[in-house]
């Protein structure tokens, strides 16, 4: 089967750290991708992880674990902007095919 | 640069009409996606093509179609458009290899069927 499943909504404090879990059954998996995208615009590409570990890139961070079949989204010093959805997408390496989850919609408050 | 773009940006049309989005991309992507987006859905894949024309059919292809003339345009013609149809269609292009396969997308195009 397929499916991805992350939590509908969080919130959180400008400055502060949020962590957006995303669960994953993927046939065929090939790695793990969080878009973002903010009201009203395309989801823009953020990270992608295919190993097992975590994957920095500046205020953003992946982990993933095949194992558990579970990645997270780290944000770090979240700043007003941030408030946006988060998608976890699940690829298929055999259709090159991506499976979204519903998305998180984050909202960073003052 | 390179880009993908989408059109018309709005579109309102009546049940029963024929309508077709149009997405274009410069990137010279072989991979090519038509999705939907809906409140409590998120992203559901529509068609998709690998290649000039080849198509194939996603989890919600009924209703719709696409043809692939050639690499830059995947015209998405929704045959009989359907008040269910109204949603927001964003078009998706990547460039086709297996590992790190990103998809880069349009800027969406918000349908009304009334």
């Known amino acids: 089967g397929q499916n991805i499943d992350q939590p509908t909504e969080m919130t959180a404090t400008e400055g502060a750290i949020v962590q957006i879990n995303c669960t994953y059954q993927t046939s065929g998996f090939n790695g793990l991708f969080w878009y973002q995208q903010h009201a009203g615009e395309a989801p823009t590409f953020l990270s992608y992880n295919v190993l097992d570990g975590l994957e920095e890139k500046g205020r953003f961070s992946s982990f993933l674990s095949r194992s558990k079949g579970y990645s997270y989204l780290l944000l770090k010093e979240l700043q007003m902007k941030d408030s946006a959805s988060y998608l976890c997408a699940g690829s298929n390496g055999n259709t090159g095919k991506l499976i979204f989850g519903q998305g998180t919609t984050l909202q960073v408050k003052p | 640069d390179a880009e993908i773009t989408q059109s018309p940006r709005h579109k309102i049309t009546e049940t029963g009409r024929q309508v077709t989005l149009a997405c274009h991309q410069t990137?010279?992507?072989?991979?090519m996606f038509w999705y939907r987006q809906d409140l409590g859905h998120g992203l559901r894949l529509i068609h998709y093509?690998?290649?000039?024309?080849?198509?194939n059919k996603g989890e919600v292809s009924d209703g719709y179609s696409v043809s692939r003339s050639n690499t830059e345009d995947l015209p998405l013609t929704l045959e009989s458009a359907a008040s269910s149809q109204t949603s927001v269609y964003f078009c998706?292009?990547?460039?086709?290899?297996?590992?790190?396969?990103?998809?880069?997308f349009g800027a969406g195009t918000r349908l009304s069927v009334l």
């Open positions: 998706a292009s990547s460039e086709g290899t297996i590992a790190k396969n990103i998809q880069y």
């Open positions: 093509s690998y290649g000039v024309q080849d198509t």
């Open positions: 990137w010279n992507h072989n991979n």
